[in-house]
């Protein structure tokens, strides 16, 4: 959840590591911090409460360094201080920076303190600093030093070091969290993350489990676990330098929002060949298949459900969908012929993982990893991937990587179904109706003036229920998660049909209650539902297709958006949610991209 990025070069890399930084800081940015070599081989170090911007304030443009590593963190043991801030130094050589949780730092800070070391913060991540500085000081080198830390240390970390000693080398180990090496001309990097690193380099380097890396100037040198020397290709990474970068745009949420028709169209691209859908699942595998587990978290379990309503009702499989913090810690029972999807944007996603750790050891057909990130931990881990093809999305609230995970979502049920032969004319109306999403999206988000003008109905509330019945029931899940995300007002998703149930009890002229209504066969049964909310007084907004014949009125404003009802249409009724959240947040003056307490990859249990 936190941010690392290193440099070694002939040039300054002061400007570069606080680039990074910036590139980096939706992964956390409670604190950040810098370590250098400066040209007097001094150990120099700087660090800030807050965000990057303060660090930068900090840095002395006059005290250029050739060797470094900086940090961003998000923080978990230890508050977000400044003395609890990365890089953690010891015994005034050795800096180091952490992403992940050591489980046992206190079994280590104990041994350690009694060994003389002197800790000066919270943190877990001094434990891994003073540890390699006792190695060090039994006549260790660093590699062996790193070697024997992997064996210690329990939990998920990825590390980069330096030694004021040795000031030509940045080491890097990879244990549960991820770290690529950028490979430059005559310069190397390390970073947690491969867009921290896209304006200096495409080659990048993508350490697996247990590797460690020595960065210099010229060379890269690999080695694993044990400490033998391995190789690692390089691949060229498809990242746009410009993802990371906001544009004309006024936040990263918003460009993200209206990147959707883009992107959608690009994951459509890259999983039709001709006419096989998700050419990478082999049809005998789909043909097998007796019933699915869907594991993920956030937004992409509101995408999981979603599918459960698509691949019951076209391929006539059972779907269950769990949250994957739920699921790693219970022993389920797994049916025969039973597939394990697990969908995670970031793939770096701890309970996921967890959660696809614990399928290894059951008895599951096969596991497909639904992900936007390449080569992260979750395609590894998984049998099959399937890819998304948002790009990076930098905002916390998570809306391209939605779109884009139910686009394939959609088109996984369609391969599902052809496998299992259902008839073709339904196959055929899928893959239609996601042939028109793209357009519909973008005629949706050409209403966004109409839904900021919404957005001032909401922006002074304190609570709001979202509705939805059927496949848009998750999609009132997700609408109310954006709106509690980015604007922090108390927002609940429910199926309309459980209303009476409890949540009607709530309703009354103060409460917002938002709606998306399709024409389909639960319309009138979503307008009961309607009719309840208005004999209570409360003040419904409903996103309706063109089809729906309800007319605004003193408590009810109706939007019709220009769709007609599809099954694919839960993609594009997401999406007025999405800037409706967006705007409030704006109005409200919140932190949109990076809302308070929260980042963007949660790495951690
Ligand atoms: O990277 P993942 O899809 O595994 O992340 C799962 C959730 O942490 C994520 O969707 C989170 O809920 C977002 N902030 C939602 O906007």
């Given amino acids: 959840m936190c941010g690392i990025v290193a440099a070694v070069a002939e040039r300054n890399i002061v400007p570069l590591l606080i680039d990074g930084l910036r590139r980096l800081e939706y992964r956390g940015y409670d604190s950040a911090g810098i370590a250098f070599i400066d040209e007097a081989n001094q150990l ?15 840095i002395d443009s006059e005290r250029p360094g050739h060797l470094g590593l900086a940090h961003t963190r998000w923080a978990t043991h230890g508050g977000p201080t400044e003395h609890n801030a990365h890089p953690h130094t010891a015994s005034e050589r050795l800096a180091l920076v952490h992403n992940g949780i050591i489980e046992n730092e206190q079994a280590i800070r104990k041994q350690l303190i009694e060994h003389g070391a002197t800790f000066t913060s919270e943190t877990d991540t001094e434990a891994i600093v003073h540890l390699i500085d006792h ?24 590390i980069a070091v330096l030694d004021q000693q040795h000031p030509d080398t940045i080491w890097g180990l990879r244990k549960g969290s991820p770290l690529v090496v950028g490979v430059g001309v005559g ?53 746009d330098p410009e993802s990371s970068e906001r544009g004309h745009y006024r936040h990263f949420m918003l460009k993200e929002i209206h990147e959707q028709p883009a992107v959608i169209s690009a994951t459509l691209d890259g999983c039709l060949n001709g006419t096989r859908i998700l050419p990478s699942l082999p049809a005998e595998l789909l043909s097998q298949v007796r019933a699915i587990h869907i ?46 999807l697990a969908i995670s944007q970031s793939g770096e996603t701890a309970d996921t993982l967890a959660a696809l750790e614990l399928a ?38 998570s809306t391209k990587a939605f779109t884009t995970q139910l686009t394939v979502l959609l088109l996984f049920t369609a391969a599902l179904a052809q496998a299992q032969d259902k008839p073709k004319s339904r196959i055929a109306e899928v893959l239609d109706a996601l042939g028109q999403v793209a357009q519909q999206t973008r005629e949706v988000l050409a209403l966004e003036d109409q839904i900021e003008a919404l957005a001032y109905r909401l922006a002074d509330k304190q609570h709001a229920l ?59 049964k979503l307008e009961s539902n309607l009719r309840e909310v208005q004999a209570r007084g409360g003040q419904l907004i409903v996103f309706a297709d063109r089809a729906v014949t309800l007319d605004s009125n003193d408590d009810m404003h109706v939007m019709h958006l220009p769709l007609n009802h599809s099954i694919a249409s839960p993609i594009v009724q997401v999406v007025p949610l999405q800037l409706l959240a967006y705007h409030v947040g704006v109005i409200r003056g919140t932190d949109v991209d990076q809302p308070r307490n929260l980042a963007k990859s949660v790495t951690v249990e």
Wanted: include cysteine; glycine fraction near 8%; aromatic fraction near 6%.
């Fill in 295 to 340: 594991l993920a978290c956030g937004t992409s379990y509101h995408a999981g459900l979603t599918a459960k309503y698509w691949i019951e009702s076209l391929a006539g499989i059972p779907v269950s969908v769990e949250v994957a913090s739920e699921f790693r810690n219970r022993r389920p029972a797994v049916p025969e012929h039973t597939l394990m």
């Fill in 135 to 158: 190695l060090l000081a039994q006549g260790q080198s660093m590699l062996d030093c790193l070697v024997e830390v992997q064996q210690q240390l329990q939990g998920s970390y990825a």
């Fill in 466 to 524: 979202f509705l939805g019945r059927g496949a848009e029931y998750p999609i009132a899940l997700e609408g109310a998660l954006k709106l509690k995300e980015v604007s922090y007002i108390h927002a609940e998703g429910y199926a309309a049909g459980e209303l009476k149930h409890g949540p009607l009890a709530l309703v009354d002229e103060s409460l917002p209650v938002v709606v998306t209504a399709s024409s389909n066969e639960l319309l009138k």
């Fill in 44 to 58: 120099q170090r700087i660090r800030s409460a807050g965000k990057v911007q303060a660090l930068a304030d900090r």
């Fill in 360 to 397: 290894s050891e059951l008895n599951y057909l096969a596991t497909i990893g639904l992900c936007n990130v390449p080569e992260s931990a979750l395609t590894r881990a998984c049998d099959h991937a399937l890819m998304t093809r948002a790009g990076l999305e930098v905002g916390v609230a």
């Fill in 187 to 239: 310069e190397h990097f390390l970073a947690s993350d491969a867009a921290a690193l896209v304006p200096l380099t495409q080659q990048m380097m993508y350490l697996q489990e247990g590797d460690i890396v020595a960065i210099r100037r010229d060379q890269a040198a690999l080695y694993d676990q044990q400490g033998k020397p391995i190789e690692r290709t390089i691949q060229r990474s498809n990242l």
